[in-house]
């Protein structure tokens, strides 16, 4: 049995596919991987941790068709997204983009002298990627939550890889059916991991550049529409999170 997956974009040239259900049982955190297909070239969005490699693996190449795959995209440098960067490079001709940041903590997961030099520094205001005929941006997202955070923006799609930002754990579906009863799998995780208001405000102004038809986070549910798009970008510009909330506490003792 293959693994499952939802095709969010097809128009017979581009495709757009989140792999489903590859997050081991047990503690793990829950991850969600896509795929972009455009033409003859494909990226792989944060692909994930060990347990997962296998799965992910077959997932691809069972999507893939005649593609190949040129790119993998790394939003930042947390295990469940980077830790088996060297598996992905070892075993395709892929090239690995990641902030600057974090391009010499990646040979800590054990990186291969062999593929060092396909792990490529993305600048801290981004940069656009061509794939097949279209051209994907990596949309800046600092400290949301890492202080080198990157987003994908599919021009085609007009779906927006968000990362952590959107995450959403201990659900049971794939797409938001309902914002408000949905915020509950939300608020906490994103007080405690988002940095900051600012930080926050900063990337809603570059989200409202953008023609958005699909928010896609790293975990849990996707928004699809206009309207859920837009409730959560509303939603992101006036919370408050990470440092807002810091108090003085007492020193064990």
């Known amino acids: 049995m293959g693994t499952p997956r939802t095709v969010l974009f097809d128009d017979g040239k581009h495709r757009n596919v989140l792999l489903e259900d590859v997050s081991p049982p047990g503690s793990a955190v829950q991850t969600n991987q896509h795929l972009i297909i455009d033409a003859s070239e494909a990226i792989l969005l944060d692909p ?34 980077v830790a ?25 997961f054990g990186l291969d002298r062999l593929v060092e030099s396909r792990l490529l520094p993305i600048p801290d205001e981004g940069q656009v990627l061509p794939l097949g005929n279209t051209r994907l941006s990596f949309v800046p997202a600092h400290f949301l939550h890492s202080p080198g955070n990157f987003q994908v923006y599919d021009p085609v799609s007009k779906i ?21 009863s949905h915020l509950q799998y939300m608020e906490g995780f994103h007080r405690r991991y988002m940095a900051s208001k600012r930080a926050m405000r900063v990337w809603v102004r570059s989200a409202r550049q953008l023609d958005i038809e699909i928010i896609a986070p790293q975990h849990g549910a996707f928004f699809r529409g206009k309207e ?20 003085v506490m007492r020193v064990p003792t």
């Open 84 to 108: 088996a960067t060297n598996g992905w490079l070892m075993t395709t001709d892929a090239t690995a983009y990641i902030s600057s940041l974090w391009t010499r903590f990646i040979p800590h």
């Open 228 to 247: 859920m798009v837009n409730r959560f970008i509303t939603w992101a510009d006036g919370l408050e999170c990470g440092s807002d909330l810091l108090r």
């Open 160 to 180: 927006l890889y968000t990362g952590d930002l959107g995450a959403s754990l201990g659900v049971d579906y794939a797409e938001v059916p309902d914002f408000d």
């Open 48 to 81: 994930g941790g060990h347990k997962v490699y296998g799965k992910v693996l077959s997932g691809t190449f069972a999507e893939l068709g005649k593609a190949s795959l040129k790119h993998i995209f790394l939003s930042h440098q947390d295990p469940d997204i």
